[in-house]
């Protein structure tokens, strides 16, 4: 079947500028995440959301960072006043419920503030 | 922040050698382990998990787990070249109400032909 989508797969935006990240999780998959990879790093846990919640937020390195997730299905991460800081890849995976089961990621969106 | 170390590597091999790559994680309560490929420019894919003590094996890989020992060891056998990729530990926290993954840098490896 289909895999996690995201979109844009590249962005590039002036510093200052809001951006809006798009994931599309397996159908069925309840939970979703969003994690940051920058150049030579680790993946970055960013937020997580089971169903429409985001039980845990702690992860979103400031306050310019938002996500929302409606009818249990597509999340968006938003950006204000992107910093040069904030280019990375942004992976979003799914998994079938918040536990014990595999996260199966998306082809990410790289991100670039210049 | 509970962590998860990795050496960055590259681990270099030649083509059907053993390739061992080593995970250690601070979290003593940790109970769920994973290993993740990714290739340059690509997106993290699962290889395998662990639960257990002791070995789990899928084909050409081996997944070590030693939670007295809070380490976990990922063994490719007959090394290809198309082995080649950064490997990603993963290790599931465990918080109130919440598990999240928690990963480490990645270890490089290289198998040359």
């Known amino acids: 079947g289909a895999g996690v989508s995201q979109s844009p797969s590249n962005k590039v935006t002036e510093k200052g500028k809001d951006v809006e990240l798009r994931c599309d999780p397996i159908?069925?998959?309840?939970?979703l995440y969003w994690y940051r990879q920058s150049l030579g790093q680790g993946l970055e846990f960013l937020i997580y959301?089971?169903?429409?919640?985001?039980?845990?937020k702690s992860g979103l390195p400031s306050d310019r960072f938002s996500a929302e997730r409606t009818g249990g299905s597509v999340s968006t991460l938003t950006i204000q006043r992107t910093q040069q800081e904030d280019s990375a890849v942004y992976l979003c995976?799914?998994?079938?419920?918040?536990?014990?089961?595999?996260?199966?990621f998306g082809p990410g969106t790289r991100l670039t503030v210049t | 922040q509970k962590e998860v170390e990795q050496n960055s590597g590259p681990l270099s091999v030649p083509e059907g050698a053993i390739a061992s790559l080593n995970c250690t994680y601070s979290?003593?309560?940790?109970?769920?382990f994973f290993w993740y490929r990714q290739y340059s420019g690509k997106s993290p894919e699962l290889i395998m998990f662990?639960?257990?003590?002791g070995d789990k094996e899928d084909g050409r890989f081996t997944a070590q787990l030693n939670k007295a020992s809070q380490y976990v060891s990922l063994l490719i056998r007959d090394s290809q070249p198309s082995d080649s990729a950064t490997y990603l530990c993963?290790?599931?926290?465990?918080?109130?109400?919440?598990?999240?993954?928690?990963f480490g840098t990645g270890t490089r490896l290289l198998v040359s032909p």
């Open positions: 995976a799914s998994s079938l419920i918040q536990g014990d089961y595999e996260q199966y």
């Open positions: 159908s069925g998959h309840t939970a």
């Open positions: 959301f089971q169903g429409n919640s985001a039980p845990d």
């Open positions: 979290d003593r309560g940790s109970q769920s």
């Open positions: 662990i639960y257990s003590n």
């Open positions: 993963a290790v599931k926290e465990m918080n109130t109400g919440f598990q999240k993954l928690v």
